[in-house]
T-cell receptor, first 110, second 119 residues
Framework: RKEVEQDPGPFNVPEGATVAFNCTYSNSASQSFFWYRQDCRKEPKLLMSVYSSGNEDGRFTAQLNRASQYISLLIRDSKLSDSATYLCVVNTDTGNQFYFGTGTSLTVIP | DADVTQTPRNRITKTGKRIMLECSQTKGHDRMYWYRQDPGLGLRLIYYSFDVKDINKGEISDGYSVSRQAQAKFSLSLESAIPNQTALYFC??????????????????FGPGTRLTVL
């Protein structure tokens, strides 16, 4: 069983739409959770950390549900520049290793 | 200048050749990582190091070795390259330097990647 699973998509949405991605993780002792963004042929970059209470950064909202072991990312008012692959990342309880999902592809259409 | 650099950026080699990929960082971070990325498989950890005397195997270390020559340098070697090692390789760093919170301490900073093709 994979440590982290994501729907690969692709998600094709019009500008201005709201889109949500989910990610599930298998290790109930996982401690830290993140969403990274990766543009085509580029390196991943941190989009936001995910906190237990949920957190928001502008148009982006991240939620964590420990009971169901899933993480979500909500993007409101999608922009063309949001087109990318979004990676769900989970840190093990020892803090030593990070597990990456395969990524969810988003294309925002004019 | 980029904080995390990788050389070479692209490499084509033949089966059986020895290849070294290099990573350097100016972030002052103690932790460094090597990942490979394959379509449909995401990023998978090959090796990681917490300082020059600490090397640890990751999820897929077979066929690879690493060297932490200094805090700022972490090299990945393929002793005898094979075609299924064709992938995009990323180096990453993480550390206390510059961290203002637990969240920023846990952030990983990636190099631009090395695209390796083994024929």
């Amino acid at each position: 069983r994979k440590e982290v699973e994501q729907d690969p998509g692709p998600f094709n949405v019009p500008e201005g739409a709201t889109v949500a991605f989910n990610c599930t993780y298998s290790n109930s002792a996982s401690q830290s959770f993140f969403w990274y963004r990766q543009d085509c042929r580029k390196e991943p970059k941190l989009l936001m950390s995910v906190y237990s209470s949920g957190n928001e950064d502008g148009r982006f909202t991240a939620q964590l549900n420990r009971a169901s072991q899933y993480i979500s990312l909500l993007i409101r008012d999608s922009k063309l520049s949001d087109s990318a692959t979004y990676l769900c990342v989970v840190n093990t309880d020892t803090g030593n290793q990070f597990y990456f999902g395969t990524g969810t592809s988003l294309t925002v259409i004019p | 200048d980029a904080d995390v650099t990788q050389t070479p950026r692209n490499r084509i080699t033949k089966t059986g050749k020895r290849i070294m990929l290099e990573c350097s960082q100016t972030k002052g971070h103690d932790r460094m990582y090597w990942y490979r990325q394959d379509p449909g498989l995401g990023l998978r950890l090959i090796y990681y190091s917490f300082d020059v005397k600490d090397i640890n195997k990751g999820e897929i270390s077979d066929g690879y070795s690493v060297s932490r020559q200094a805090q700022a340098k972490f090299s990945l070697s393929l002793e005898s390259a094979i075609p299924n090692q064709t992938a995009l390789y990323f180096c990453a760093t993480r550390g206390r330097a510059g961290a203002t919170s637990l969240g920023s301490y846990n952030e990983q900073f990636f190099g631009p990647g090395t695209r390796l093709t083994v024929l």
